[in-house]
Structure formats: C-alpha cells, structure tokens
C-alpha cells in the first residue's frame, strides 16, 4: 500500500515538475519574466469555465444514459444546480471591479471568449494527449512479445 | 450578435449534441453528420461572419487542422505497426507512423518559427495561436513525463522505453525553451514567455475545473443512489419453474440432446 501512495506521488510530481523548470527558467532567465499579472485571472476563468463546460457534458450524458434508471429527474436537479452555482460565481467574480475581467468589454465578451479560450486550449491539451499517450502504446507494442511459458 | 450565433455558437453547440446522439447509439449516422456539419461550420466561421472576434478560434482549429490529423494518422500507424492482437497492420505502417509525427511536430515548430504562422484579420497572427503552441508544448512535455515515470515504475523491464518517454518529454521541453529565447516569424520570444504563464494557468485551471465538475458529478449520484429504498426480495421459484431449470442444465451437462 505504501508503495503505491508513493507511485502515485512521483506520477503527480513527473507531471509538476517539467512545468515548474519551465517555468522557474522563465523567471530566472537573463530576461527575468516575472510573474505575469494576468496569470490569477487566466486561471480562475479557466476554472470556471471548464467547470461550467464539463458540468453540461455530464448533464447530457445523465440524460443521454439514463434509460436504465428511467430517467430520474433527482440527479438532473442536483447536476442543473450545481451548474447554476458555477454560473452565479462565475458571473460574480466577473462582474466584480477587476477581479476575471480580462482585455474584453464586459462580462457577455469574457464568458464567450472564455469558451472560445477553452476551446483552444482544449484542442491544446487534446493533441499533446493524442502525442504522449499514442507514443507510450508505440512504444509498448514496439517490442516483440516475450515467452511465457516453453512448451515441453 | 444574430450572425455570430447562427454562424459560430450554434454550430459549436451541435458538435457535442452530434456526438451524443453518436455515441448513445440513438440515431448513430445522424449524430456523426451533424457534429461533423457543426465543426466544418465553427472552421469556416471566420469567412461566414468575419465581423466576429470569437471566430478565430475556429480558424486556429483549420489551421492546425492538417497537422493534428497528420498526428493522428502517424499514432495509428505506430501503435498498430507493432505487436497487437487485433487490427495489425505492416510493420512499415510503424515506420512511416514514426516519420508522420516528426512532420507533423516539424509543421508546428515551422508554424512558429516560419511563414506559415496561421494569419487572421488584415495579415496579422491568430491571437489564439499564441494560446495553443505554449499550452501544447507544456501539457505533451508534462504527459510524456508522466507516462516515463509510470513505465518505469509500474511496467516490467521496461526502462529502454521509459528512456525514449524521457527524451520526447526533454525535445518538447526543448522546443518550448527554444520558443522562450528566439523570436518566432509573427511572434516574439517575449510574447510567448508571457503566455507560458498563462499556459501553466490554462492548464491547472482547467484541470482543477474538470475535477471539480466530475466531483458536483459523483456527490449528486451518490446522493440519489443513496436516497433510493432498499430493492425488495423476488419471490421463490415456483416448483414449474425449477423444474425448467433443472431440466435446461441436465440438457447442458449431460448432452443428450446431441
């Protein structure tokens, strides 16, 4: 057991850690970048919309799957009003002063650009999935099968 | 607003509905013709309503269009060129596979560094291609790190190809440090250490985001199965139906009906 917590451990941390040295380069380098002002807002509209987006997914895949429980209407409330709980704070923090307002007019521009940003970074994230995890199986099959067991 | 809906949102709304309706197993053809008809529509969308900034997301998504599916084709080709059950193809699927995700990784390095940056309005560079390239380059760089880690730790003598996870991880790495000291054709290596923060953002958030809704998710179907009355005790079979029973196994074991 102790040995899997720590497998998983060094999995989340093979994943921080390219990141966090690309990141401190970007800092420490001779250009200096520091830390980019709208880094919070990128991060809590990213947040918000994602939840948003993957809340409706799961609503539609509660009705689209939900023949063998002959579509009970309980879950789909409870999903519907945890999306509106999404909603009502993205729309706060959105409309509040400064707080996620970022170089669009108003809170109808940064919702839909906030989607449109999903959408890309979705693909983003998406294509490097399709290259890293399509590259692990390759190299998994690359190698020629291994005798288990000689046959007497 | 009207001709952005009609032409950008509600296409973009049809391809997840399209792709329900696919997978439920509902009305599979139609499903995949109009999540199909919705993208091509989203792609096009800066010819049908230039007017809108939304758009040129779904022209970032032509763009890269040739690329990804290049990728596509070279994973196919790697993955069923070798040793798999089911659906092998010639081992030189595997080759050419390999030589289909190095061009497909050399246009987007040349997308970056060469003229065929994806332009926009009045010749300037998509703004959302400054999204894409870092976001791509952290998240692979991450993925094969992961997935290095996990072969070596989990899988059975496989360190060599844990090696070769490594060595994709540090090239994208390389390329995205590549990108942070020199100037692309359209942008300059400023523009995209910047956004390398809010690529590193993007990706967490939406992470975060993703867990969050998939953790709403489980707590409302835990609560509601939780909610619902114990199932009540079917009756006993009857004596005609065991009788059924007992003469279907006989049937079965002993054979004698062949």
């Known amino acids: 057991m102790k040995q899997s917590q720590s497998s998983w451990k060094l999995l ?36 918000l919309t994602s939840y948003v987006v993957m809340g409706i997914i799961l609503i539609g895949n509660l009705f689209f ?26 729309w706060a923090l959105i409309s509040n002063d ?12 940064q919702m839909l650009s906030n989607v449109v940003h999903l959408l890309v970074s979705g693909t983003a994230m998406a294509l490097a999935s399709l290259l890293a995890i399509g590259v692990t199986f390759a190299m998994i099959t690359g190698r020629s099968r291994r005798v288990l067991f000689e046959e007497e | 607003m009207l001709e952005a809906a009609i032409w950008f949102w509600i296409p973009l709304c049809l391809v997840p509905v399209g792709i329900w309706f696919s997978i439920s197993g509902k009305a599979k053809s139609v ?10 529509l989203v792609m096009v969308s800066s010819w049908t309503v230039p007017s809108s900034d939304s758009t040129a997301g779904g022209h970032l998504l032509l763009s890269i269009l040739a690329p990804s599916l290049l990728l596509a084709y070279g994973v196919h080709g790697t993955v069923f060129g070798g040793n798999v059950p089911v659906g092998r193809l010639d081992s030189s ?20 560094w ?102 709403a998710f489980a707590i409302v179907i835990w609560a509601y199965e939780n909610s619902l009355p114990l199932p009540e005790n079917s009756p006993p079979p009857t004596e005609e139906e065991i009788k059924h029973v007992v003469s279907l196994a006989k049937n079965h074991i002993g054979g004698e009906e062949e």
Not at chain 1, 14 to 23: N, R, S, Y
């Open chain 2, 114 to 215: 060469y003229s065929i940056t994806p332009l926009w309005r009045d010749g300037e560079v998509n703004p959302y291609w400054i999204v894409f390239w870092p976001t791509f380059l952290l998240f692979a760089t991450s993925l094969s790190s992961v997935a290095a880690v996990a072969l070596a730790s989990y899988g059975d003598n496989r360190l060599n190809e844990s090696i070769s996870l490594a060595v994709l991880s540090v090239a994208m790495a390389g390329i995205a440090l590549a990108a942070m000291i020199f100037d692309g054709y359209m942008t300059t290596s400023n523009e995209f250490r910047d956004y390398l923060w809010l690529a590193a953002a993007d990706i967490f958030g939406t992470i975060v985001g993703i867990s969050l809704a998939i953790a």
């Open chain 1, 12 to 47: 989340i941390l093979a994943a921080l850690l390219p990141i966090l040295v690309l990141v401190a380069i970007n800092v420490t380098g001779e250009w200096k970048n520091d830390f980019h002002p709208e880094s919070f807002k990128r991060f809590g509209n990213a947040v």
């Open chain 1, 98 to 109: 400064d707080l996620l307002l970022e170089a669009n007019s108003g809170l109808r521009a």
């Open chain 2, 93 to 112: 699927a595997r080759w050419s596979g390999a030589m289909a995700i190095l061009t497909s990784l050399l246009i987007f390095c040349l997308m970056h």
């Open chain 1, 65 to 90: 799957y939900a023949d063998s429980r002959h579509r009970p209407f309980a879950p789909f409330v409870g999903m519907i009003f945890a999306l509106a709980v999404g909603i009502v704070i993205a």
């Open chain 2, 31 to 40: 499903g995949k013709l109009v999540a199909v008809i919705g993208l091509i």
